[in-house]
């Protein structure tokens, strides 16, 4: 697979525990719970549209999910000309909003 193709996974956090990772593979977002979160008796789905299981879920619920998570609008618009990257693209935001919001932490 091609870097084009695979990007570097987003590592999902639930209250301070790791819950996860999302990936874009060829346009789809993936989102596979851990191991560990699945085997943890108090752990809990980050949505009811995403219930705990071992298979991954891909784009529908995923991508509903997540870009739920993202402003709408003009503001996503005004976000994503800001981080230059697509406002369709979910991933990207995330992974630029992140980022930023990592590094304005550590300033």
Partial sequence: MSKAQALQPLQVWLLGDHVGELSR????LIFQ????????????PISHS??????????GAVKSFFAGLLPEGQ???LI?????????NEF?????LVASALAQSVC
């Fill in 25 to 28: 593979v060829r346009g789809q």
């Fill in 33 to 44: 719970y851990s191991l560990q979160w699945r085997s943890r008796t108090d752990a809990v």
């Fill in 50 to 59: 995403l219930p705990l299981r071992e298979a991954a879920f891909i784009d």
């Fill in 75 to 77: 503001m996503r618009q």
């Fill in 80 to 88: 994503s000309q800001q981080l230059q990257v697509s406002a369709q």
């Fill in 92 to 96: 990207a935001l995330l992974e630029k």
